[in-house]
């Protein structure tokens, strides 16, 4: 049974149980029914139809098991069964000829009732009432309670929820040869069991019972024939037993016997066609209440009846190939030749599961390689496009700036001037329109780098979209540099901005001239000339005479002097504090800041676009690469199903060769031989 239990294991992992070809199958094949309803399984996942296959592969192990044990047994198991108030103990009755079992009109049978030679019980009569069937030792009164048989009736009635099973030790004072207990060859136990429509528990635990039965004596009113219940035994024991004991009851109350007979059997050809080959033996219509129970009584049995007996005799014990090792090879056969449906199956959809996988990796490389080569090439030139980009931002940004430096004083060329007074304030306008003129100037190159930003961003979208397909742009070129910036050139007013003594043309020619006609005429005359002159005339003038000539003129050089700076102070100021202004922004590099500032921002917005197009291709390879490595996966469980279901197949048609090579009807056959074949 170990190639089952790896079956089972092979079916949860690989999980490629279908339902197409459900219909060939016969043991395990899955029907899920909502009371009465058959549910389709094909509208069920394939984990649900497995988990199903395994549950039914489970339930066959343990009736292998069961199987095992059973062959292995020398007794016989007569389980006789059927719908409610069919009968069933009145006719268990009339094969031990006595009143042993409760019959009444209304059901009475609510328990497995065993009936069992008393010789088995060391010749002793009693009623052992089980409440636990596995714990049930014969041997150990604490596993079982003694009834006396007068309270029989009124256990199985009021009881039942108490104990499990009743086994009754009963004896029977016929020869061998009349009796079915006391037999001479083998052990036999009756078991009654409750009606099929008694309730669904009941129902069910009479289903799961027959599996450990050898021979099943089904008993079917003539009245009202199978039911729904009858029907689903039937066919379930039809999955292992080929042969069923059918006994119609109560056949005397009916008029038109040749019709109800003509019934039945077409029922029996559709429920169980073995059985119906061989119906008569197997198919017998009586009335077990007819039947004399007193004791003694030398009353001959009605001939239907009696021939019953005989061919249920015969069928228990002559034939004990049909009884206990048939059902084991029936089962064997059919359990077999559906694992064989199914390990032809799965191996046919792994062989294709495997080409398919291994087809739609190798179609799948050339895309999955050339995505590896954008990815790199792409990236690579989004990067180039970008630093281009940033790198001449940066470039025209400082060049635009330096001009504005190098050309501020056009800034002031529409400044009016106030007049002397307001000079002051003269100079503070200077100040401030030098820096708003700069800063209009920062503005106008923020907006054009936006500009470049923006063309450069629409390039490598459409880089990325070449590749990738239409998506979204991310980069908001808007909003760069919409960030306040502060940084601005100032400059100080101070009182030395308003002098520069810095002679203009006409006062600078005309003292050169002076100038150069001196050095000529002291050249001309010589130095001693002129002193000497400069001395006489001084004489000539006398010494008072002059410090009286030197406060005027000292009065009139001042007053020149004051007029010129007073009419020289608007140019002066503007010559200052220009050279201050770009003074100041050389030694802030303002101009520098600015441009990194800018090519900042435009690369932080371009490389936001970059990192989209990253995030995009690495998805599709992830992607790529997932499913890819569901395909490696696929054709790696699908390789090793194949290779599964295929040595199974070999075992399974081996072993289903030598389980039909066993001859049942051969008298030499051994159990243990049949043992080694379920296994």
């Known amino acids: 049974m170990e190639p089952l239990t790896v079956f089972s294991r092979q079916v949860e992992k690989n999980r490629l149980i279908q339902t197409d070809f459900g219909k060939d199958l016969s043991i395990l094949n899955l029907e899920l029914k909502v009371g009465h309803e058959s549910t389709d399984l094909s509208t069920l996942e394939n984990q649900s139809i497995a988990n199903l296959l395994e549950d039914k592969l489970s339930q066959c192990i343990r009736h292998l098991e069961n199987l095992h044990t059973r062959v292995a047994d020398t007794s016989s198991k007569v389980l006789v069964t059927g719908d409610l108030n069919s009968g069933k103990s009145t006719f268990v009755n009339a094969l031990l000829k006595r009143e042993l079992l409760p019959a009444d009109q209304q059901p009475c049978t609510s328990m497995f009732c065993e009936v069992l030679d008393s010789t088995l019980n060391d010749g002793l009569e009693q009623v052992h009432a089980i409440p636990d069937v596995q714990k049930y030792n014969r041997l150990d009164p604490a596993t079982y309670h003694i009834v006396e048989m007068r309270h029989l009736y009124k256990v199985i009635t009021d009881q039942f929820d108490l104990y499990k099973m009743l086994k009754i030790y009963a004896s029977d004072a016929r020869s061998t040869q009349e009796s079915l207990l006391h037999n001479g060859v083998v052990d036999i136990a009756l078991i009654d069991s409750p009606g099929l429509n008694t309730d669904s528990v009941k129902t069910t635990a009479v289903f799961a019972r027959q599996e450990e039965i050898d021979v099943v004596v089904f008993v079917v009113s003539a009245e009202n024939h199978f039911t729904l219940s009858g029907k689903e035994f039937l066919w379930n024991a039809a999955n292992e037993k080929t042969h069923i004991f059918i006994v119609v009851n109560r056949f005397d109350s009916i008029r038109d016997k040749d019709r109800c007979k003509r019934l039945i059997l077409e029922q029996i050809r559709q429920l169980s066609p073995s059985t119906y080959a061989d119906a008569d033996d197997l198919v017998h219509f009586v009335s077990a209440g007819n039947v004399d129970l007193e004791p003694g009584s030398r009353k001959l049995d009605a001939p239907d009846f009696a021939r019953l007996e005989e061919r249920l005799r015969a069928f228990v014990l002559g034939n004990r190939t049909k009884s206990k090792l048939s059902p084991a090879k029936h089962y064997l056969v059919k359990l077999l030749t559906d694992i064989n449906v199914l390990s032809q199956a799965n191996k046919q959809m792994a062989g294709q599961e495997y080409e398919e996988a291994t087809e739609a990796l190798q179609k799948d490389l050339p895309a999955y390689e050339h995505l590896l080569r954008v990815r790199d090439r792409l990236l690579n030139q989004v ?25 501020v004083e056009a800034a002031i060329q529409g400044i009016e001037y106030p007049g002397i007074f307001l000079v002051w304030q003269y100079a503070q306008d200077i100040a401030d329109s030098m820096s708003q003129s700069l800063l209009k100037e920062v503005r106008q190159a923020e907006q054009i780098a936006r500009q470049d930003t923006s063309l450069c961003v629409d390039r490598i979208h459409d880089m990325g979209t070449e590749h990738l397909g239409n998506y979204p742009r991310v980069a908001d070129v808007e909003n760069m540099l919409v960030k306040n910036n502060s940084r601005r050139v100032e400059v100080t007013v101070e009182a030395t901005d308003f002098f520069d003594l810095v002679f203009d043309e006409k006062l600078s020619g005309a003292a050169l001239s002076l100038g150069a006609a001196a050095m000529v005429g002291g050249r001309m005359l010589g130095f001693k000339d002129a002193v000497s002159s400069i001395w006489s005339v001084s004489n000539m003038v006398g010494a008072q005479n002059i410090r009286r000539l030197v406060v005027p003129v000292v009065s009139i050089a001042g007053i020149g002097l ?39 921002e435009s690369r932080k917005v371009l490389r936001m676009e970059g990192w989209e197009i990253h995030t995009r291709l690495q998805k599709a390879i992830e992607n790529k690469e997932q499913k890819r490595s569901e395909m490696e996966i696929m054709a790696h469980d699908s390789q090793e199903t194949l290779t599964y279901f295929n040595s199974l197949l070999e075992k399974s048609v081996l072993l289903l060769d030598n389980v039909n090579a066993v001859q049942i009807e051969a008298n030499g056959i051994q159990s243990k031989e049949i043992e080694e074949k379920a296994c």
Do not use: C, P, W
């Not at 060049?399 to 190098?406: H, I, M, S, Y």
């Not at 007029?563 to 802030?588: C, G, H, N």
């Not at 101009?591 to 900042?600: F, L, N, P, T």
């Open 562 to 600: 004051a007029a010129y700076v007073v009419s020289d102070m608007r140019s002066a100021v503007e010559r200052k504090l220009v050279k201050k202004f770009q003074i100041a922004a050389r030694e802030t590099s303002h101009v520098e800041a600015h441009g990194q500032r800018i090519s900042r």
């Open 383 to 407: 990067e180039k496009v970008a630093e281009s980009t940033v790198s001449t931002i940066q470039k025209n940004t400082i060049a635009r700036l330096n001009t504005a430096v190098e050309h």
